[in-house]
């Protein structure tokens, strides 16, 4: 073994008896070690400025600037000079957050002899990592052939035993750096089937070969997985002796992503046109499963849930199979219809051989037209589910992960359209349909009523509603009679409350209410939605809708139910929207982000807005559990938005 080159090595500890058993220690371990004491970080600065050294070893806890401190003031003067952070036990996490800010390593700190070697070894790591890196950027091919290969994993070889790798090896192999150096890589690493040839490769290499040629390989990991890898080597010389630097590239993927590129630029096209082209859901939809059909699927539908069944929209192909299968909404396993069980579930169905489904009705179905996979993709955006998009194919295995993946994402690209076109629709259209729709199940407000929680009270109205990020929400109560504390006391009782505040006392009052169970209201606003108001009176809360169409309520019906129980539809008005009929410039919900909405809404509902102020910005932005600059931030962009409508 060649005689290690000397390395001089800064050690920085307010604990002095400590360092000097360690550079002791160090000293014995490694001969080609000196090691200086500083005994703070403004002491290892001064000797610094007046030495060179090979790294530096910071205790993380001193008097004064810390280790991470030093290393600040260091890397604004050498960006690159090896650092090794000592940390105590039960502070490993400061350790990792030290590697992220670019210590080389660190070493918790222990009380032996044998600590030293341990410092020994991870010294002459990261110095001997620090010298390649510097031979090689001395020579110009080298720097050369390490900029053009930087993205790929770079072993350098002495024979065919490992002298240095980047982070990208280490990744790629799976193996620790210390593991390595000094094995051959070959034997360690290669595919047995593949050794022999590679080697032969290697030593053309390491011969000058300069007719560039790109050899595949077999990476094994410890795991027993394979990466199949290109690799390309060229000597070069390091410290005066002769080494082969060798490029791998991990290639495993790339003929799966090739068919799964070019189906993806094709649908990515051919839908990103029909959703530039299409200016209604029915379009959109019909658009959508004709590109299916031409892309090879012998049957494709779009169908939605409507009164616990399964209704038709769109089919492209031959229709008997739809007309003809059960579309019971139901989740029987694998014996249930697959675009019934992805309604059911709100998870995608993928069905490789449909010969392998246990006997039942829908499989027979689907054998009777020869279909023999299939899959069924839910149409669902912020947890509202617009319906089931669902395809068959006549060969079995057509779906592999691939295909899943990509009908996935087209899946959730369509419900966002959906919901977009659906939006669109609603807030540009001068009519509009206004129903009432009343709750006596499982929301709060009614558990309360029913229960005498707003005797006093002529009534209860919800204001509005904020989402919060945490998935709980914020509603703002009015009553017209009634003693405020009353209410909030009542209120805070309830299990699904977890705080009310009293914004105003007087009459009416109104009350900051924080829920953390789902709300109508909320739902209703994710289906783009705009709630009027919501009146508690009696046992029953009556929340007035805006709908686009009159068969929509039945679908807001259906969709309450699964979480309140029972709902039922007292009234429908068709009115004109005077807002559009006087061009009234309206802002549109999809304008303001959901923050910046959340934000808006909780400073009117406070009385941000109002002289003098009822509520300070500290005191909204705690109501939505967010930084006082975050919310003045979000506030802001959504007042610009809003002056913008009316006035640009």
């Not at 006596?440 to 109205?461: H, K, M, P, Q």
Request: hydrophobic share 35%; glycine share 6%; aromatic share 6%.
């Amino acid at each position: 073994m060649s005689e290690r080159e000397h390395t001089h090595v800064l050690l920085t500890d307010d604990d002095r008896q400590w360092a000097e058993l360690l550079a002791e220690d160090i000293a014995d371990a490694a001969s080609e070690c000196e090691v200086t004491l500083a005994t703070s970080a403004e002491d290892a600065l001064e000797k610094l400025s007046q030495s060179e050294f090979d790294c530096v070893v910071a205790d993380y806890r001193m008097p004064g600037a810390d280790g991470l401190e030093l290393l600040d003031q260091i890397r604004d003067t050498d960006s690159r000079l090896p650092f090794l952070l000592v940390t105590s036990q039960g502070t490993e996490d400061v350790a990792a957050r030290a590697i992220e800010a670019g210590v080389d390593d660190y070493v918790i700190k222990q009380f032996g002899s044998q600590q030293a070697t341990q410092f020994v070894s991870k010294i002459r790591t990261a110095v001997d990592q620090y010298r390649l890196q510097q031979a090689l950027e001395e020579s110009e091919q080298r720097y050369r052939t390490v900029t053009e290969e930087s993205h790929d994993a770079v072993v350098v070889l002495d024979g065919l035993r490992l002298a240095f790798c980047n982070d990208r090896a280490t990744e790629l192999l799976e193996r620790d750096r210390d593991e390595l150096r000094g094995e051959d890589v070959v034997e360690a690493a290669v595919h047995r089937e593949d050794r022999a040839r590679l080697r032969e490769q290697l030593n053309r290499w390491e011969d000058g070969e300069t007719k560039p040629r790109l050899e595949e390989a077999r990476i094994v990991r410890p795991d027993g997985t394979v990466r199949n890898c290109e690799c390309s080597g060229r000597p070069i010389t390091v410290d005066g002796q002769q080494r082969l630097l060798v490029s791998l590239r991990d290639v495993t993927e790339r003929n799966r992503r090739e068919r799964e590129l070019q189906w993806e630029r094709e649908l990515n096209r051919t839908v990103q046109q029909v959703l530039v082209d299409s200016e209604t859901r029915e379009e959109l939809e019909r658009q959508i499963v004709q590109q299916l059909r031409e892309h090879g699927y012998p049957l494709a539908w779009i169908c939605e849930q409507a009164d616990g069944e399964l209704l038709p929209r769109v089919v492209r192909g031959d229709r008997r199979y739809v007309d003809t299968v059960e579309k019971a909404i139901q989740d029987g396993g694998r014996t249930s219809e697959p675009a019934s069980r992805a309604a059911a579930t709100g998870e995608a169905q993928f069905c490789q051989d449909i010969e392998e489904v246990p006997a039942c009705e829908w499989r027979e179905t689907a054998q009777t037209y020869s279909y023999r996979s299939c899959a069924a993709v839910p149409l669902a955006y912020n947890d509202v589910l617009y319906g089931v998009l669902a395809v068959y194919h006549d060969h079995s295995g057509r779906f592999d992960d691939t295909e899943q993946r990509l009908l996935g994402e087209l899946g959730d690209t369509v419900a966002l359209a959906i919901h977009t076109l659906e939006t669109q629709s609603a807030l540009s259209s001068d009519r509009v349909f206004e129903a009432k729709l009343q709750i006596r199940g499982s929301y709060y407000l009614v558990d309360l009523a029913r229960s005498g929680g707003f005797r006093d009270c002529e009534g209860i109205t919800v204001q509005g509603t904020v989402p919060l990020e945490d998935d709980s929400v914020v509603q703002y109560l009015s009553l017209q009679i009634g003693e405020a504390d009353v209410v909030r006391d009542r209120l805070e009782s309830h299990a699904a409350v977890e705080d009310v505040v009293v914004v105003d006392g007087g009459s009416p009052a109104r009350l900051q209410v924080t829920v953390t169970e789902p709300v109508p209201e909320a739902m209703l606003a994710k289906r783009g939605r705009v709630v009027q108001s919501t009146d508690v009176e009696g046992t029953c809360a009556t929340i007035t809708v805006e709908v686009p169409a009159r068969e929509e309520v039945r679908v807001l019906v259906d969709h309450l139910e699964t979480t309140f129980g029972a709902v039922s539809v007292s009234a429908i008005r068709e009115r004109t929207d005077e807002r559009r009929v006087d061009r009234r410039p309206v802002v549109e919900t999809g304008l303001l982000t959901d923050k910046q909405r959340a934000a808006l809404k909780a400073a009117y509902f406070n009385g941000y807005f109002e002289q003098p102020r009822r509520a300070s910005a500290t005191e909204v932005a705690e109501s939505l559990g967010v930084s006082h600059s975050t919310f003045l931030r979000h506030l802001r962009t959504a007042q610009q938005k809003t002056f913008g409508v009316q006035f640009d």
